[in-house]
């Protein structure tokens, strides 16, 4: 098959499309992504060995002049599509406003098209094309009565695959100058990270006295490590960044936010978490994404508004000393994951190319 991938925004449209891409790949298809010309996928695209082709579109958000210059940058993009698109066998959308002139410009020239849901609430441009697509996988089943299309299947994020591959070393604590016996505590809030959980943060190391019973790694992101970087100490390793998946790998305790791609690699590895969702995101889709989780016992939930460090300290502490709600929330986290995520969407991409 020849398939476009149009996808882009953030990495968690762009990572998991990146792995779909890497599995169908595998299986002799000829892959091709479209996204925006200034953004994020315009590097990393390119950068992982693939086609990448850029359109010149602007973001729905702000104001009506913006609105405006949006929807006819998009218009554009779908003009152009209708060219780029000949001889194309599937068109995927991975979510953002950059897959909506690109499914609808397939749609019209009667190539099949497919698009994936990462969260749990469904985004803006995917409920747009709901009704137009010829399969649409989702990662929850909280997503399905979202949708009205009858050919929907939950199969999960592509990238749990990718965390279940990855394999246990304990020799990044020892790099990390840690105890290696010591339970650990993951703390990251993606790559750009937050200052005003940063702070919450700092105040909670202010509180410890540095003979507790466990040691902390705290990925700041680029921009708030200089803010940070003088609580590395024995116990609290500072970092800009780390490798989620490896790092949660040999970690007992996650404390994060609830991006797509983060509970992906929760739920395939069965890491225990509490989970504190960003108010800062559209639709507030990360607090679902979370309450997925929560439901289901599988994570525990704080708002950003509700957190203090007196809170968290208590929480991580009162957590770790508790085998049982360890092993509760790792079990309940492995059981919403679909361990053949990959293989089975790359199945029902097949199914589709030959009906």
Not at 244 to 272: C, F, Y
Not at 294 to 322: F, G, N, Q, S, Y
Request: glycine share 6%.
């Amino acid at each position: 098959m020849k398939i476009v991938i149009a996808t882009g925004g953030s990495g968690g449209h762009i990572y998991p499309a990146l792995s779909l891409a890497r599995a169908l790949k595998e299986r002799g298809h000829e892959l091709t992504f479209i996204g925006s010309l200034d953004r994020m996928e315009k590097d990393v695209v390119p950068d992982a060995g693939f086609k990448f082709i850029g359109l010149d579109i602007k973001t729905t958000r702000g104001g009506l002049l913006q609105k405006v210059k949006s929807l006819i940058s998009i218009y554009s993009a779908y003009r152009r599509c209708l060219r780029l698109l000949n001889g194309q066998d599937l068109v995927i959308g991975f979510g953002n406003y950059i897959s909506v002139p690109v499914v609808l410009a397939a749609k019209k020239l009667k190539i099949k098209t497919m698009i994936h849901e990462q969260n749990s609430f469904v985004g803006r441009a995917n409920r747009m094309l709901d009704k137009k697509v010829d399969l649409i996988i989702v990662s929850y089943e909280e997503s399905l009565k979202q949708f009205k299309n009858p050919n929907i299947v939950v199969l999960g994020n592509p990238q749990s695959s990718v965390a279940l591959s990855v394999k246990e070393d304990r020799s990044i604590l020892r790099d990390l100058g840690l105890d290696l016996d010591k339970k650990t505590v993951l703390m990251f809030l993606g790559s750009l990270g937050s200052e005003s959980v940063q702070k919450v943060f700092l105040e909670y190391f202010d509180m410890l006295d540095g003979n507790e019973d466990y040691q902390i790694v705290y990925a700041t992101g680029d921009k708030h490590y200089e803010a940070a970087k003088d609580y590395d100490s024995k116990m609290i390793k500072i970092v800009k960044r780390v490798d989620g998946a490896k790092m949660m790998k040999v970690s007992d305790l996650l404390i994060s936010r609830a991006g797509a791609t983060t509970l992906a690699e929760i739920t395939a590895l069965g890491t225990p978490s509490i989970l504190i969702p960003s108010p800062y995101v559209p639709n507030d889709h990360q607090y679902y994404n979370a309450m997925a989780l929560a439901d289901h016992d599988a994570a525990i939930v704080i708002k950003e508004k509700d957190l203090d460090a007196r809170r968290l300290k208590d929480m991580i502490e009162k957590t770790l000393v508790d085998k049982n709600k360890l092993d509760s929330l790792h079990n309940n986290a492995r059981a919403l994951s679909n361990d053949h995520c990959l293989e089975d969407i790359v199945e029902r991409i097949e199914e589709l190319w030959k009906r």
